[in-house]
Nanobody, 124 residues
Framework: QVQLVESGGGLVQAGGSLRVSCAAS????????MGWFRQAPGKEREFVAL???????YYADSVKGRFTISRDYAKNTVYLQMNVLKPEDTAVYYC??????????????????WGQGTQVTVSS
């Protein structure tokens, strides 16, 4: 059974940095698209970043240049390094894995498994 476990969230001041991690178990994620999404209170879940099965990376315009997604294949872990954080980045961050998509997708519905989420709070 596939499990995704996020960690690394917390409270940080605006302008600071934070790295969140997602450890996958139950299946190798080498052939999966791995995504990060976030959901702020009262808002819909939104795409943040993804790493596809061929090494490509994609970002939402709102985080481009500030966030970096990366993978450690030996540890079956995906990371999201977040720099120059802003109060509007405050949200629960979710890791997602997708093995069934044939083309890269930023839609949450395209992903097969989700983590439980980790809270990131950026104070002004």
């Amino acid at each position: 059974q596939v499990q995704l476990v996020e960690s690394g969230g917390g409270l940080v001041q605006a302008g600071g940095s934070l790295r969140v991690s997602c450890a996958a178990s139950g299946r190798s994620f080498r052939s999966a698209a791995m995504g990060w999404f976030r959901q702020a209170p009262g808002k819909e879940r939104e795409f943040v970043a993804l790493s596809d099965w061929s090494g490509g990376t994609y970002y939402a315009d709102s985080v481009k240049g500030r966030f970096t997604i990366s993978r450690d294949y030996a540890k079956n872990t995906v990371y999201l390094q977040m720099n120059v954080l802003k109060p509007e980045d405050t949200a629960v961050y979710y890791c997602a894995a997708g093995w069934s998509m044939t083309t890269i997708s930023r839609r949450a519905s395209a992903y097969d498994y989700w983590g439980q989420g980790t809270q990131v709070t950026v104070s002004s």
